[in-house]
């Protein structure tokens, strides 16, 4: 049963525009949500990550939303650019425990 | 600091051979965790570690074997190979009470 779901295989913006991953899990005992980027032959990258105690978090031009009663998570990037081209990953964890991924979304920004 | 290095970084095996692939970090980080990734799937969760002496079955955990004799190192075991486990795998490494894992830079496995 995947707890932690990506439905968008890839994603398409123009550079300068609004990029937004979405993700979706079905586990309400998470208290942590994690996004993670991945360029090709390197291992993902720690990005930005939300308590569930909070609704959003913001680093640089990237922010996190977290609707819990949705179970829904949502990485907005802004503006894009052509290094942020890459797989993103939803992850999902209860501090004490195991860290589990979705499925990953790619993002292609555009010039 | 060299973080998590996982070697080799490509390997192509044959049906029925035995291979170890090796992982360790130098942050003293008591959790370790293995991962494989295929199209399509995202990351799934093979076996884990949360300290030396300790390991668990995660996801997708049949046909591997792990141990855990330090803290640093974490190897993970293909004891008959298939060319089901054809992925990239990758290791990872968190300290307690943190959820940001780090990943090494992977190792590309082929079986033919």
């Known amino acids: 049963d995947q707890q932690v779901k990506q439905n968008s295989p890839s994603l398409s913006v123009q550079e300068g525009r609004i990029s937004i991953l979405n993700c979706d899990y079905t586990n309400s005992m998470f208290d942590y949500f994690l996004w993670y980027k991945k360029y090709p032959a390197e291992g993902p990258t720690f990005l930005i990550s939300?308590?569930?105690?909070?609704d959003k978090n913001e680093d640089g031009r990237f922010t996190v939303f977290l609707n819990k009663s949705a179970k829904h998570l949502s990485l907005h990037i802004v503006p894009s650019q052509p290094g942020d081209s890459a797989v993103y990953f939803c992850a999902a964890s209860r501090v004490t425990q195991k860290l589990v991924f979705g499925q990953g979304t790619r993002l292609t920004i555009n010039p | 600091n060299a973080g998590v290095t996982q070697t080799p970084k490509f390997q192509v095996l044959k049906t029925g051979q035995s291979m170890t692939l090796q992982c360790a970090q130098d942050m003293n980080h008591e959790y370790m965790s293995w991962y494989r990734q295929d199209p399509g799937m995202g990351l799934r969760l093979i076996h884990y570690?949360?300290?030396?002496?300790?390991?668990d079955q995660g996801e997708v955990p049949n046909g591997y074997n792990v141990s855990r004799s330090t803290t640093e190192d974490f190897p993970l075991r293909l004891l008959s190979a298939a060319p089901s486990q054809t992925s990239v795998y990758f290791c990872?490494?968190?300290?307690?009470?943190?959820?940001?894992?780090?990943f090494g830079q992977g190792t590309r496995l082929t079986v033919v």
């Open positions: 570690s949360v300290g030396a002496g300790i390991t």
């Open positions: 990872a490494s968190r300290a307690r009470g943190s959820t940001e894992a780090f």
């Open positions: 939300i308590s569930s105690i909070k």
